[in-house]
């Protein structure tokens, strides 16, 4: 397995094992919490709205917001967000930033400058380049749907609150700990950053008792 690969559920246990054999700190997380969920979302649509959704706000927040919506309008596709107004987005937990988003997003799908099918067979950079030229899309959104979607095995999303405060008291650092010196920690993970990215985001999980709901 290379950089940007990917991985299933039955590699993600070898690979916990191989990284804990090289760092003791993740080798704890294995002892203390067990190996991580194999975190798996469809590539779709509607996932990308989740994700949209789930920016700078909580879990739980995220998720009432879209079992929201999908209770108003059902299935999530890209031709009934355009045809909400945005009261009724509003009603269904949008903040105006994220509004403007999932139209932009929908709009990227009915013109066909997203499809897909593109997203799921096209390498890692491509995608990224992809996304990230619709308005409200940045870097941590397509990370997260690499890594739960598509399984890359090598991200490690630096825009991540929990990932990073989990890195540090996993390994003990100071709050101000700069990036580069978290760069340089998560280079010996390289080339299965995503695998130490859901250790690590199952050891934040189960140290602060959250329930986790995948979409």
């Given at each position: 397995?290379?950089?940007?690969?990917?991985?299933?559920?039955?590699?993600?246990?070898?690979?916990?094992?191989?990284?804990?054999?090289?760092?003791?700190?993740?080798?704890?997380?294995?002892?203390?919490?067990?190996?991580?969920?194999?975190?798996?979302?469809?590539?779709?649509?509607?996932?990308?709205?989740?994700?949209?959704?789930?920016?700078?706000?909580?879990?739980?927040?995220?998720?009432?917001?879209?079992?929201?919506l999908k209770s108003f309008i059902g299935e999530i596709q890209p031709e009934k967000i355009m045809k909400l107004t945005?009261?009724?987005?509003?009603?269904?937990?949008?903040?105006?930033?994220?509004?403007?988003?999932?139209?932009?997003?929908?709009?990227?799908?009915?013109?066909?400058?997203?499809?897909?099918?593109?997203?799921?067979?096209?390498?890692?950079?491509?995608?990224?380049?992809?996304?990230?030229?619709?308005?409200?899309?940045?870097?941590?959104?397509?990370?997260?749907?690499?890594?739960?979607c598509l399984h890359s095995t090598d991200l490690f999303p630096f825009g991540d609150i929990a990932l990073i405060n989990?890195?540090?008291?996993?390994?003990?650092?100071?709050?101000?700990?700069?990036?580069?010196?978290?760069?340089?920690?998560?280079?010996?993970?390289?080339?299965?950053?995503?695998?130490?990215?859901?250790?690590?985001?199952?050891?934040?999980?189960?140290?602060?008792?959250?329930?986790?709901?995948?979409?």
């Amino acid at each position: 397995m290379t950089a940007g690969s990917r991985f299933n559920e039955k590699d993600l246990v070898v690979i916990c094992g191989r990284l804990s054999e090289k760092d003791p700190h993740l080798l704890q997380i294995l002892e203390n919490y067990g190996y991580p969920p194999f975190w798996s979302r469809e590539p779709s649509f509607a996932t990308l709205i989740h994700i949209i959704l789930e920016q700078q706000v909580s879990l739980a927040s995220a998720k009432a917001a879209f079992v929201k919506l999908k209770s108003f309008i059902g299935e999530i596709q890209p031709e009934k967000i355009m045809k909400l107004t945005d009261e009724e987005l509003k009603m269904c937990y949008f903040s105006r930033q994220k509004t403007v988003y999932a139209r932009c997003l929908a709009q990227a799908f009915i013109e066909g400058s997203i499809t897909i099918e593109q997203l799921t067979n096209s390498s890692d950079e491509q995608i990224r380049a992809a996304l990230t030229r619709i308005k409200g899309i940045g870097h941590w959104t397509v990370d997260v749907f690499l890594m739960m979607c598509l399984h890359s095995t090598d991200l490690f999303p630096f825009g991540d609150i929990a990932l990073i405060n989990s890195l540090k008291y996993v390994k003990q650092l100071p709050a101000d700990t700069n990036k580069e010196e978290l760069l340089a920690i998560t280079e010996s993970w390289k080339p299965y950053r995503t695998i130490a990215s859901f250790m690590l985001w199952h050891a934040y999980i189960r140290r602060k008792n959250i329930v986790f709901e995948s979409a």
